[in-house]
């Protein structure tokens, strides 16, 4: 098992959740992101795996958003979550000052597809479906 897998498993282990295989294959292979994603111009960043633990203690997350994990965000105010009260975990978007779950935004059914779809989208800023225009 590479140092990268205890990590993994480590953080699986912390927070009581298995990652969906997409997730950790990125962060084998990638390790962190934090750019500027053209042509939608948004930016993203997808925290490194030495972060997470960290990034979710921060404010109270856990306490606050149960079964969550806070994996990357917009590089300002808004977290990049795993929603783990179901299953597969979907990801969504919550401003840091949320109270709770209701303020959460719909960003995708799972790792590789933001990954996919981030370049034409960006952010999605409410639970409707994006203008084609």
Known sequence: MSSKDDQIAKAECHFGVRFPEDYPNFLA?????????PPADDFLMINALAELIEVNEAGDFQERFPRSVVIGGDGSREMLTYD????PPSLVLLDVSAQDWSSAIQQATSFSALLEQFPETGWKWDDS????F
């Open 129 to 132: 479906e994006p203008s084609p």
């Open 29 to 37: 292979s990638e390790g962190s992101m934090a750019r500027f994603v």
């Open 84 to 87: 783990f009260r179901q299953e």
